[in-house]
């Protein structure tokens, strides 16, 4: 049976791929994952190691011996240099240095001796699945490819809690099918010789953030240079987003200093308050040998466009499907003009700034300081007295904060200063979701805040790896989607490297009232010119989200006929074609509906390809 990404199509820069231990009995697991097209890279005995389809430029393989390492995305490794670290690899556990030390974006796959070590990034960006395939331990860089393997379905659980806003960790990263479990990103999978048994061995940590913003922004510059380096050596043309904010601009002027030609990409916001134009001609003077191309404003598309079209490659819910169109729209004509590949300067908001939450730890530790930058918090983002002092107050662990959320998921949505400086906002529930999916969705939460721990003991550091995880799920569904356009993307602030420079800074010097991407600033100071450091704000489209609700509420009505979520007992179908015949009903504008568009999105594009595969 073919699986999604045979029925859907590929493009260049989607390398997908499944992992296979070195025994006699995973060569019957490897047949099921053979299609026209693939490609097959061996272990050192033989038998199928890598199962997939890339391109030669993603991949870099090394052997000597009975060690084989495959590096998998972008990375400017070479082959012999690569063979010298199989040749010294005597533990799969030294390729946790290799891990930390390579730059770029990339799965890292290894055998020794019969076991198989195969992992993803840290930022989340690129995953790792495994199932059992035949009574042997595969691994895949899709969820949905497993489940093909071995037939599984959605689990209508793990579904309904796809439809809370937002969805906390660890749920958020849970497969949504059953019998395919995910490998956190901080972990690497270690398949045993026999393929029957696997384990998951923690690679990675986030450093501790006590460098100082001075000390440690040549290493920010450093590794955001080496990144677009990484993407922009081989030459070529090459597009970026050139939005006029700092992070695109960052990016841009990293590019110009390569051997690519670079055209630079603006799409001007439809409000007339929005200064990205303007912001983004001021940068293009200082670039004269950078193409700057810009789009028709009225031609952008909005949010919410072509939803029931939707039938790419995705193996779990995302709410990337709202802004789809408006990420691919511009990505043929850049193709047109040469560009094989196109930078974004998504991430700079996730990792060049920081969450707010460092400072319920910060009064606690270094109180004078704490109170002086919450005073400005305050007036700058009109938090009230009362509950900026509860959410400073609230000592609950991550756990009993989960298990309290479990039990308030219909009450009105908490203040932002208690999300902001706790574990998160409160996750809810609205009107539309049923009964029946509350309960299930409380009583998971409740089960989980048994065991469940915060990726970080310090409430800020677990809000900065939750945030940039939760923005990667959702670039890891647009790179594929761009992928199939025929441009791939690239977001250079979510390299693990970069990621890891930015971490290790100061909070409080990294997000403070007095200044605005401070780090990014100092980063980016002699490379950007300081006339585009200037900027101390950015655009939200806002405009473009209620515009949307308006003239596709069409789109939205028929979403919801015959709605997959609502056969399933999941979703209340009358109250959703209600609101979309008022799409000025309060809260819309701030997503509430992005989660349950989500998974119907979904689950109708699971349908369309079991239909065209039942009928071809």
């Known amino acids: 049976m073919p699986t999604s990404h045979e029925t859907g199509g590929v493009g260049p820069g989607d390398a997908h791929f499944a992992v296979f231990p070195d025994c006699a009995e995973a060569l019957a697991a490897a047949r099921s994952f053979l299609r026209p097209g693939t490609r097959t890279l061996a272990h050192p005995s033989g038998r199928p190691w890598l199962v997939g389809r890339w391109s030669d430029q993603e ?27 199989a040749q010294r690899l005597r533990d799969l556990t030294e390729l946790d240095a290799l891990a930390r030390r390579l730059p770029g974006s990339f799965h890292l796959v290894a055998a020794l001796d019969g076991r198989v070590r195969v992992q993803g990034t840290a930022s989340g960006l690129r995953l790792v699945f495994h199932s059992a395939v035949d009574g042997v331990q595969v691994a895949a860089t899709s969820a949905d490819v497993l489940a093909a393997a071995i037939g599984a379905e959605p689990d209508e659980e793990r579904l309904a809690l796809r439809l809370l806003w937002p969805v906390p960790h660890p749920l958020s990263e849970a497969s949504l099918w059953r019998g395919v479990t995910a490998v956190s990103p901080e972990d690497a999978l270690i398949v ?59 990016v841009c002027f990293l590019a110009a200093r390569s051997p690519a030609h670079v055209v630079a990409s603006t799409w001007p916001g439809r409000d007339p308050a929005d200064s990205d134009l303007y912001w983004a ?20 598309p909005l949010v919410y466009d072509d939803l029931l079209a939707i039938d790419d490659l995705i193996d779990e819910p995302t709410i ?3 802004d789809r169109s408006r990420v691919l729209h511009h990505l043929p004509e850049l193709g047109r003009r040469g560009s094989r590949l196109h930078l974004t300067g998504i991430g700079g908001d996730h990792v060049a700034w920081c969450s707010e939450a460092y400072y319920h730890r910060l009064i606690r ?14 007036t700058l983002f009109h938090w009230p007295l009362g509950a900026t002092a509860r959410a400073l107050a609230d000592s609950r662990s991550y756990g009993q904060w989960l298990g309290h959320a479990g039990r308030r998921l219909r009450e009105p949505e908490a203040p932002p200063v208690s999300g902001t400086l706790g574990w998160g906002s409160p996750p809810r ?105 200037e900027r101390a704000n950015k655009a939200q489209a806002s405009m473009d989200a209620s515009n949307g609700l308006r003239e596709r509420r069409g789109d939205l009505m028929e979403l919801w006929e015959n709605s997959h979520l609502a056969r399933l007992g999941l979703v209340d179908g009358r109250a959703l074609r209600e609101l979309a015949r008022r799409p000025s009903t309060p809260g819309l504008n701030e997503g509430q509906l992005y989660s349950t568009i989500a998974c119907e999105v979904w689950l109708r594009s699971l349908s ?7 009928s071809g």
């Open 59 to 85: 991949i870099v393989t090394a052997q000597a011996g009975q060690a084989a390492i495959a590096v998998v995305g972008c990375c400017p490794v070479g082959a012999d240099e690569l063979k010298g670290y």
């Open 192 to 250: 045993a010789p026999d393929g029957r048994t696997a384990r998951h061995s923690r690679w990675w940590s986030p450093p501790d953030p006590v460098r100082s913003l001075a000390g440690n922004a040549p290493r920010v510059r450093e590794a955001l240079s080496d990144a677009v380096d990484a993407r922009t050596s081989a030459g070529g043309t090459v597009s970026c987003d050139l939005s006029g904010g700092l992070d695109s601009t960052s």
């Open 281 to 300: 001609e001021k940068a293009a003077r200082f670039l004269p040998d950078v193409e700057h191309l810009i789009w028709d404003a009225d031609e952008s």
């Open 320 to 322: 990337g499907v709202m």
């Open 365 to 378: 530790t270094r109180p004078l300081l704490a109170l002086r930058h919450l005073r400005g918090f305050r």
């Open 429 to 533: 529930l609205f009107d539309w979701i049923t009964p029946e999916a509350s309960h299930l969705v409380g009583r998971a939460l409740r089960d989980a805040a048994e065991s469940a721990v915060p990726l970080h003991p310090d409430r800020g550091m677990h809000t900065d790896l939750e945030q940039i995880r939760i923005c990667t799920r959702i670039l890891r569904q647009w790179d594929r989607m761009a992928a199939r356009v025929g441009v791939p993307m690239a977001s250079p602030f979510f390299d693990d490297r970069v990621i890891e420079a930015c971490l290790a800074v100061d909070p409080a010097e990294r997000v403070t009232p007095w200044a605005y991407k401070p780090l990014l600033t100092a980063a980016m100071r002699g490379i950007v010119p300081d006339a585009c450091l």
């Open 608 to 614: 369309r390809k079991k239909q065209e595969v039942s």
